[in-house]
């Protein structure tokens, strides 16, 4: 059984495009993340998801909005993609925010042309 | 905010030596400090936290050490094998707030 799952795992596409990251965890969790790996591994959060409560990093940009259907699912889509957006996006969950462990997606690799 | 530094970005031991991994944070009000491997290609998965109230933990041949008045914590290593090549973050948060990760130490093991 995956934790916590992301689909799709490759996505390729042209700069100006709108694309959709899809997550889903099966652990009960209440809180849920979206981090952008770079290609020099930092992992940089995006947004948490607590109890329907959006905490965004005031630093993304608001071409990424996160879509969050129920408590299970967290989904990212993006507007008007830039080569900048190219990175590794892993979507993550805790039982809570803060003091408990993040259980990780497989990662989405978005390569921008 | 809180700020987590990291040294040293990259790592290269010997097979059977030991590794160190520091971490450094600026909010006295952290008090939790999780460690995360992440294999090439992998997702980050947990090895090893530790919570303000304690000092040092230990898991196997991993074991976590905090210092709470200079705020800083460290992973240790010991008789590192090839398999334990990766990327580590520390990390750190308040306990109401999403963590805050370090850049990362690249850790290679020579055989």
């Known amino acids: 059984d995956t934790a916590v799952s992301q689909t799709p795992k490759y996505l390729v596409t042209q700069m100006g495009n709108d694309k959709s990251i899809k997550c889903e965890q099966n652990l009960g969790h209440d809180t849920m993340y979206w981090y952008k790996q770079d290609s020099k591994k930092f992992l940089k959060i995006m947004f948490s998801?607590?109890?329907?409560?959006?905490?965004i990093n005031e630093t993304v940009p608001n071409r990424f909005s996160p879509k969050s259907p129920d408590k299970a699912h967290l989904n990212l889509h993006i507007n008007s993609l830039e080569l900048g957006d190219s990175a590794v996006y892993f979507c993550a969950s805790s039982p809570s925010l803060g003091r408990a462990e993040q259980f990780f997606g497989p990662g989405t690799r978005l390569t921008v042309l | 905010g809180e700020n987590v530094e990291q040294h040293p970005s990259t790592l290269s031991v010997q097979e059977g030596d030991s590794a160190v991994i520091k971490c450094t944070y600026s909010?006295?009000?952290?008090?939790?400090f999780p460690w995360y491997k992440q294999e090439l290609g992998k997702r980050p998965q947990l090895i090893i936290d530790?919570?303000?109230?304690?000092g040092e933990k230990k898991d196997q041949r991993i074991a976590v050490t905090l210092n709470k008045t200079a705020k800083h914590f460290s992973l240790h290593i010991t008789e590192t094998q090839p398999e334990d090549s990766a990327v580590y973050f520390c990390a750190a948060n308040t306990g109401n707030t999403p963590l805050v990760f370090g850049k990362g130490t690249r850790l290679s093991v020579i055989a």
């Open positions: 530790i919570r303000s109230n304690v």
């Open positions: 998801y607590n109890n329907k409560e959006l905490i």
């Open positions: 909010d006295s009000a952290s008090n939790y």
